[in-house]
């Protein structure tokens, strides 16, 4: 059973297990193809790490530096990429097909707000009673939803009814 602990990353020092290497010293310059032990030995001289950078390369490409300091480099660059992304979500606005202007307006605005923050929005249209009889005017609605917000949302699926309620969903363009 192999109990050895298996690390993430690129392979260093000892691990490194062909014969030769390309190599790079740690001031960025080429040296060229050198054996395995001839390049551990120059990386143990100058106090630092022999870190294959290139594994798929013919012969590998290996670099001398302090690999403390280049794991921490790379952490950094995958925080700063990890800040950069935007996590989509999907807002619901619930509306009604008898809903008054000012009540629509509060809603279009909250939507328009919600689009140009980058996230999609999932309009609800809600009826109750007898309203399920004129969905025409549900569909009128969405359809003003759309007009409006046209110039900065797509509608990805038209509307369409799911049971008592018909649903459209609205993304930045």
Do not use: W
Request: with cysteine.
């Amino acid at each position: 059973m192999n109990l050895t602990p298996t690390r993430e990353g690129p392979r260093i020092n000892d691990e490194i297990g062909v014969p030769r290497v390309r190599l790079v010293d740690e001031r960025g310059q080429m040296v060229g193809v050198v054996g395995r032990s001839e390049a551990l030995t120059m990386a143990a001289n100058v106090g630092l790490d022999l870190v294959e950078i290139a594994p798929n390369a013919d012969p590998p490409v290996c670099k001398i530096l302090d690999f403390g300091k280049y794991k921490y480099e790379e952490q950094k660059k995958k925080n700063e990429a990890r800040k950069k992304q935007k996590i989509i979500e999907v807002k619901e606005i619930k509306l009604r097909p008898s809903i008054d202007d000012h009540d629509y307006e509060v809603k279009r605005r909250s939507m328009t707000k919600f689009i140009e923050e980058g996230d999609k929005v999932k309009v609800t249209m809600r009826f109750r009673g007898r309203e399920l009889a004129h969905q025409e005017l549900g569909m009128d609605v969405l359809m003003r939803v759309r007009g409006d917000l046209d110039e900065i949302a797509k509608v990805e699926p038209m509307p369409r009814m799911e049971g008592r309620q018909m649903t459209m969903v609205m993304s930045p363009k």
